[in-house]
Nanobody
Framework: QVQLVESGGGLVQAGGSLRLSCAAS????????MGWYRQAPGKQRELVAR???????NYADSVKGRFTISSDNANNTVALQMNSLKPEDTAVYYC??????????????WGQGTQVTVSS
């Protein structure tokens, strides 16, 4: 079993910055990728940013140039630096990780979510 613990959400004014962090722990052999998704009220959960163990990244078009994802493979952590925040960035942000266990089984895990609210 793997646990993902997020931190760093909160309330910020438009134009401000927040940094989200997520730490994975448990029976981890290796992590294939980690990422951030978000879900606003009444909307589907969507990809915000993702990073592979090799360092490849991809971002939602809506956050390119404003958000930066980074990871620390040695410590199984991922961070999302969010700058120039907009009210439309308001959502619950979820950490997601694709984990390989001993024996080769690959499973997907989600964090519990952290609220980000951007006021206008």
């Amino acid at each position: 079993q793997v646990q993902l613990v997020e931190s760093g959400g909160g309330l910020v004014q438009a134009g401000g910055s927040l940094r989200l962090s997520c730490a994975a722990s448990g029976s981890i052999f290796s992590i294939n990728s980690m990422g951030w998704y978000r879900q606003a009220p009444g909307k589907q959960r969507e990809l915000v940013a993702r990073i592979t163990s090799g360092g490849s990244t991809n971002y939602a078009d809506s956050v390119k140039g404003r958000f930066t994802i980074s990871s620390d493979n040695a410590n199984n952590t991922v961070a999302l630096q969010m700058n120039s925040l907009k009210p439309e960035d308001t959502a619950v942000y979820y950490c997601r990780s694709t984990v390989q266990h001993l024996g080769g089984l690959v499973r997907l895990y989600w964090g519990q979510g952290t609220q980000v609210t951007v006021s206008s």
